[in-house]
Each structure stands twice: as C-alpha cells, then as structure tokens.
C-alpha cells in the first residue's frame, strides 16, 4: 500500500506528507483496540496511519517540536524529547506500537 504515498525525495518529504503524519499520531492516539485503523487525509486521500508511517521510514527531516510532543504522549517515553528526532525514527517507533494494536 505504500504506492498511496509520493516517494520522498532525497530523505525529504513533501509538506502536506509531513502533515499526515502529524495528523497519524494524533490518530493514534485515539484508536483503541475495539476500534478500525483510523485514516488521515493525506493530499484530499484517507490513508492509514500505518501506511502514513511506513512512508515515512526513509525521511530524514527533523519532526518538529510539536509532534515530539504527541509523540512522547503517544508513547508515555519523555526521552524522546531530549534530542532531535527525524521523522524515520518516529516513524520506525509509531510502525511498531500499530501492530501491537493491531494485534490486541
């Protein structure tokens, strides 16, 4: 399902890419085992979040300091916020914390 995404470009993700993702962990946040994968719109298209992730896996940009702090929130780890974090990294992280929802 990957080919719903546009393909980053050296490392570097469109804006409106950048936003989905964004929007996936506040997503994430939400969903809760009883519940279907939820989607975000991403470029006028619903995706799920896990292919929002997946898209993001090779991106080099920093996340910014907002979505840090979802993501701490999401992830309950405050390290994640002690240094600069790319969109891979968290990426790699939310990846693995939806198929343990997925599975529960």
């Not at 979802?70 to 992830?75: H, I, K, R």
């Amino acid at each position: 399902m990957q080919h719903l995404l546009p393909s980053l470009h050296k490392g570097h993700a469109p804006i409106f890419l950048q936003e989905a993702f964004n929007d996936a962990l506040d997503a994430f946040e939400d969903w809760r085992p009883d519940m279907l994968e939820p989607e975000v719109d991403c470029d006028g298209r619903a995706i799920p979040i896990t292919v929002v992730f997946g898209g993001m896996r090779d991106c080099t940009d920093d996340l910014p300091a907002r979505a840090v702090y979802a993501l701490e929130a999401v992830t309950g780890d405050s390290t994640v916020t002690k240094h600069k974090i790319t969109y891979a990294e968290a990426a790699v992280l939310m990846g693995a914390l939806s198929a343990q929802r997925q599975h529960h």
